[in-house]
């Protein structure tokens, strides 16, 4: 199964400072229903795994949370696209659990429940945390920048993402590409 994963905030929505912790402050990028389309369209199914721990915070309510992911399935769905699942960590930070990341405990977890190799998977994150999950997990890594990394946080990484692209629509152009070289060349 092929599979991309995506952070939420600055990857599929607009991010802010102070945590989107409404439907009011979701702002979901004009590109996105269609990068998910395209990703479904070309075998890919997309799973979102994102940390939030504004929930803990008690910055965001659950059923905040789970409207706001309605809203991105729905305008996802009305393009004709598909969100597989949304895997939350709900921690904070200084709980060191295991689903936060860097950590892979979302990623794993969405592998064993979806039978999903997360080596021919790719992660796409605007975070240098996304990033560090995807290469302990062992997947393909891409940085977009339509979020919380800027031109100096990028030189300031401690680990390389596979791809640095401008947002989620061109880091979708990237993995279909790479897919269809990958089949041509077998």
């Known amino acids: 199964m092929r599979v991309v994963f995506l952070d ?10 102070d945590y989107v912790k409404n439907l009011n402050e979701l702002k979901v990028f004009p590109f996105t229903p269609n990068a998910v389309k395209k990703l479904n369209d070309a075998g890919f199914k997309v799973h979102v795994v994102s940390n ?3 929930v803990a915070k008690g910055l965001i309510r659950e059923e905040d949370l ?23 960590c709900k921690h904070l930070a200084s709980e060191k659990c295991n689903c936060r990341k860097p950590k892979i405990g979302m990623l794993l977890a969405a592998a064993s ?16 945390k996304d990033i560090q999950a995807g290469k302990a997990a062992g997947c393909r890594t891409i940085l977009v ?42």
């Open 8 to 17: 939420r905030d600055g990857v599929i929505n607009e991010d802010r400072d």
């Open 66 to 88: 789970k409207a706001m992911q309605a809203e991105i399935t729905r305008q996802v769905e009305a393009v004709g696209g598909k969100i597989a699942s949304f895997s939350y």
């Open 52 to 54: 939030q721990q504004g």
């Open 113 to 128: 429940n979806y039978n999903i190799d997360l080596k021919s998977s790719y992660i796409i994150g605007d975070s240098e």
């Open 145 to 186: 920048m339509s979020g919380a990394s800027d031109a100096q946080s990028v030189k300031e990484l401690s680990c390389s993402p596979d791809y640095i692209a401008d947002n989620l629509a061109k880091a979708v152009d990237y993995v279909i590409e790479k897919a269809d070289f990958s089949l041509h060349s077998e």
